[in-house]
C-alpha cells in the first residue's frame, strides 16, 4: 500500500519561506508522477505543483510560480515543495499525491494515492 506523509508546515510571516516534503513508503518511487495541491478554508482544492517521474519537468501554478520550486529525489524517496516569498493567501492545507501515469496533471481526483496534509499558515 502507498503511503504519502508530509511535513514541513508551520506558522510563517508574509515574505518568509517554507519548505514541505512528502515521503512516500515503498521502494518506487520513481514510477510515480507527484503533484502538490492545497486547501484554503471554505474553498476548493487547487492544484499548486507537478513534477515528472525523472524530475525532468514541472508544472505550476500561476498564483505560485517563480515563488515556489518542486523537486524531487528519486534515491530517498521524497518530494519537495520549498516556497518563496509567501503570502496570507497561500495560508492552506498543503496534500502531496501521487499517480501513475506519465501525464503532467492539475486534477487532483486523477492522482490514485493523497496524503493526509500539513497546515501552512502566512501570517500579515
Known amino acids: 500500500q502507498v503511503q504519502l506523509v508530509e511535513s514541513g508546515g508551520g506558522l510563517v510571516l508574509a515574505g518568509g519561506s517554507l519548505r514541505l516534503s512528502c515521503a512516500k513508503s515503498?521502494?518506487?518511487?520513481?514510477?510515480?508522477?507527484m503533484g502538490w495541491f492545497r486547501q484554503a478554508p471554505g474553498k476548493e482544492r487547487e492544484f499548486v505543483a507537478v513534477i515528472s517521474k525523472s524530475g525532468g519537468s514541472t508544472d505550476y501554478a500561476d498564483s505560485v510560480k517563480d515563488r515556489f520550486t518542486i523537486s524531487r529525489d528519486n534515491a530517498r524517496n521524497t518530494v519537495t515543495l520549498l516556497m518563496n516569498s509567501l503570502k496570507p493567501e497561500d495560508t492552506a492545507v498543503y496534500y502531496c499525491?501521487?499517480?501513475?501515469?506519465?501525464?503532467?496533471?492539475?486534477?487532483?481526483?486523477?492522482?490514485?494515492?493523497r496524503g493526509q496534509g500539513t497546515q501552512v499558515t502566512v501570517s500579515s
Open positions: 515503498g521502494r518506487t518511487f520513481s514510477t510515480y508522477t
Open positions: 499525491a501521487a499517480r501513475t501515469s506519465a501525464r503532467l496533471s492539475r486534477w487532483y481526483a486523477e492522482y490514485e494515492y
